[in-house]
């Protein structure tokens, strides 16, 4: 990135008139204590000082990750920020649905997800803001992110840019050097990190991203689930039937 100040000039400007547009005041997010989320939280901040929601919303979540989120806070001097603990609702939505502990790990954590959702969509309700989602292009390329969880958002300030530039931003930005380096993760389970998970690097998805060169594995792999999560970046398919359709 040439000029790292214009684009994060142009970020804030950016949000400022999706706000406005949408007939809104402000922004909410979810501070996970993620680099991600931290760096929305910043440019958020730049944008609207006095009409910015930061919600940490542990859900049985590593005690670190939120002690991360109150370093974003202080170092961004982030003012109006909530914490609510989403345990007593996920154990009640397990029990409510049936769910059972040998259920696929990820059909599971997904509903911390999407409680995180409802969470956000609540407090954007009350307070007539929009919510600001933290996907970066990495993740977005290959369907990394819950469809009607993390995915579910108004605003995509990081659509833009893979992850190697994210960090960038984030160090441009003063998000604490803690937060910058350490493994990135979801948070949805006890170890789990997003390259684990992923079953490559970030810098290998962000070189195969920008400039297509990859190993032949990581290019399978990545073809393969852009292919299969193309569902989760476009609005839900419509059906028109071919009357209709002749006679728009």
Not at 187 to 214: H, P
Request: glycine letters at 8%; charged letters at 25%.
């Amino acid at each position: 990135m040439k000029d790292i100040k214009l684009i994060c000039d142009e970020a804030v400007e950016w949000l400022q008139k999706q706000v406005k547009d949408a007939g809104a005041k402000g922004i909410v997010l979810g501070l996970s204590g993620g680099i991600d989320s931290a760096v929305v939280a910043a440019l958020a901040k730049r944008a609207f000082p006095d009409d910015l929601l930061c919600v940490n919303l542990p859900c049985y979540s590593n005690p670190a990750d939120e002690a991360d989120a109150w370093l974003v806070v202080k170092a961004l001097n982030l003012g109006n920020v909530k914490t609510v603990v989403l345990d007593e609702a996920f154990d009640s939505m397990k029990r409510l649905l049936g769910a059972s502990e040998n259920d696929p790990k990820l059909s599971l954590a997904n509903i911390k997800s999407r409680l995180r959702m409802v969470s956000l969509y609540y407090y954007a309700s009350i307070n007539n803001y929009l919510v600001a989602g933290t996907g970066n292009r990495s993740e977005l390329t290959i369907g990394y992110f819950t469809k009607h969880g993390d995915g579910g958002s108004d605003l995509l300030p990081l659509a833009g840019f893979v992850k190697h530039e994210v960090r960038a931003l984030a160090r441009y930005l003063g998000v604490p050097e803690e937060v910058i380096v350490k493994p990135p993760t979801a948070g949805l389970w006890e170890n789990q990190t997003d390259e684990s998970e992923m079953g490559m690097s970030y810098d290998e998805l962000d070189e195969y991203i920008l400039t297509g060169q990859a190993s032949d594995a990581v290019k399978a792999k990545v073809d393969t689930m852009f292919a299969r999560s193309e569902h989760k970046r476009r609005t839900a398919p419509k059906f028109i039937p071919t009357e209709k359709q002749e006679n728009n």
